[in-house]
């Protein structure tokens, strides 16, 4: 059985300003962009510079299981295959795309809340 590397630590780091920041997402959109700049975040410090993530590498999909969307280069990547394959980085990700896929269902359910705010504003 090969051992399995837990990147939970980053994943605690990242976690207060996420839920934080998912909590005031006015709508569906904040909870996307929300997201993928928390894993955006939550990679750059698991991989340190070994690997180059943009903006456009992540994306919630709310419809559709695991909830998320990584980039085709990853799976190319040799660095990232492994780390992929021997961690819990596949869990911390869906732990994540839950977290927002829940608070976007939310505002999607009510988006009359939303368009009020966004006047109000």
Do not use: C
Not at 34 to 53: C, M, N, P, Q, R
Not at 92 to 116: F, G, I
């Amino acid at each position: 059985m090969s051992k399995q590397i837990s990147f939970s630590k980053y994943e605690q780091k990242v976690l207060p300003n996420f839920r934080q920041k998912i909590s005031q997402a006015e709508s569906t959109e904040d909870v996307k962009k929300f997201f993928v700049y928390t894993v955006k975040e939550l990679l750059e410090s698991i991989f340190a510079g070994k690997i180059d993530f943009k903006y456009e590498d992540i994306e919630l999909i709310p419809g559709k299981e695991p909830h998320y969307l990584l980039s085709k280069q990853f799976a190319f990547s040799d660095e990232f295959k492994s780390v992929w394959k021997d961690s819990d980085l596949p869990r911390l990700l869906s732990r994540l795309a839950e977290t927002a896929v829940h608070r976007y269902k939310h505002l999607k359910k009510r988006p009359e809340k939303t368009e009020s705010k966004i006047r109000m504003k």
